[in-house]
């Protein structure tokens, strides 16, 4: 069975400063997709990561895939509070569902 | 820009009352899914659904649970005999084939009581 697991579960970061959230997954895959969900709100596509080394930077964030580690990264720069939220990495072995890891809730102080 | 839209966006349920969850998938999509989001936690797979026939549930997914595509449009979410621990946040998403970004609808919230 696909486990996904991210890392920090929680975190608080001061506005301006660089942290990475960790997303492991247990089964061969190269597919994997981030997502930012805000309190009560729907999940919202970030990045789509479809081959190993495949990097992605939207804004402050930037992600990574690494398939042979079966790791991907999701680097923030320079926080700013509006990117305060949930966090979720999901990982596709082609059995066509997305299986979603723990989640990071991030919390950017000003 | 297209959406998956859902409906309604919050229901309060008896316990053992039947609820039918509504969506309406983007319409080029080609694969449909149920997920659910029990307050704080993860998002859990509960079905996915492809040519008009379900290709994988989760154990979640036991018979009080149903789909449905009764006309090309909408896709139902059916719990026949709601139970307190089916509260929850249930996000209907589509995508156009595996391998591309779902994407999610805003959610209905299912309050059993």
């Known amino acids: 069975e696909l486990k996904v697991e991210q890392n920090p579960l929680f975190l608080s970061m001061q506005e301006g400063k660089n942290y990475t959230i960790y997303c492991n997954y247990s089964?061969?895959?190269?597919?994997l997709y981030w997502y930012r969900q805000d309190p009560g709100k729907s999940l919202e596509s970030l990045f789509v990561?479809?081959?190993?080394?495949a990097v992605k930077q939207e804004g402050r964030l930037m992600a990574s895939l690494d398939t042979k580690a079966r790791l991907s990264t999701l680097h923030i720069t320079a926080a700013v509070h509006d990117l305060s939220a949930t966090y979720f990495c999901?990982?596709?072995?082609?059995?066509?569902?997305?299986?979603f890891g723990t989640g990071t809730r991030l919390t950017i102080i000003p | 820009e297209p959406e998956v839209t859902q409906t309604p966006s919050h229901q309060v349920t008896q316990m053992g009352q039947e609820v039918i969850l509504r969506c309406v998938p983007i319409?080029?999509?080609?694969?449909f899914y149920w997920y659910r989001q029990i307050l704080g936690q993860k998002v859990e797979f509960l079905v996915s659904?492809?040519?008009?026939?379900?290709?994988?549930k989760s154990e979640i997914f036991d018979d009080q649970f149903s789909v449905e595509r009764p006309d090309g449009s909408n896709f139902t979410l059916k719990i026949r005999s709601t139970k307190l621990e089916d509260s929850a946040m249930y996000f209907c998403?589509?995508?156009?084939?595996?391998?591309?970004?779902?994407?999610f609808g805003q959610g209905t919230r299912l309050t059993v009581v």
């Open positions: 999901a990982v596709d072995i082609g059995n066509e569902k997305l299986t």
């Open positions: 319409s080029n999509h080609l694969y």
């Open positions: 659904f492809y040519n008009n026939e379900i290709s994988e």
């Open positions: 998403a589509s995508r156009y084939r595996a391998g591309t970004e779902a994407f």
């Open positions: 089964t061969t895959s190269d597919r």
């Open positions: 990561l479809l081959s190993n080394g």
